[in-house]
């Protein structure tokens, strides 16, 4: 069993930068896909940035150039660089984590085996 507990997330103003953390559970941290996904208010939970085994990365296009996924396999955490943050941000981020993902499934929640709880973050204009 994995668990995954995010931080980082806050009110910040529009143009801004958060950098969210996910530590994870358990010595098997360097096995596991991780991933992040959105979730704004009256909309569906959304892929947004994910960092294989490997250390292949992938963001949405809704945010390339502006967010970072990267990870610590000695800290057990994974991280998302944000910056120029817009309105349109703002949403509840959850981390995710998977043991068997390739592909065009990384874009899908339902390939993950494991979810944190949420932090919400929130972009004034």
């Known amino acids: 069993q994995v668990q995954l507990v995010e931080s980082g997330g806050g009110l910040v103003q529009a143009g801004g930068s958060l950098r969210l953390s996910c530590a994870a559970s358990g010595p098997t941290f360097s096995s596991l896909t991780m991933g992040w996904f959105r979730q704004a208010p009256g909309k569906e939970r959304e892929f947004v940035a994910v960092?294989?085994?490997?250390?292949?990365?992938s963001v949405s296009d809704s945010v390339k150039g502006r967010f970072t996924i990267s990870r610590d396999n000695a800290e057990n955490t994974v991280y998302l660089q944000m910056s120029s943050l817009s309105p349109e941000d703002t949403a509840v981020y959850y981390c995710a984590a998977a043991w068997t993902v390739s592909g065009s499934a990384y874009y899908t929640e339902g390939s993950y085996d494991y979810w944190g709880l949420g932090t919400q973050v929130t972009v004034s204009s």
């Open positions: 960092i294989s085994r490997s250390g292949g990365r």
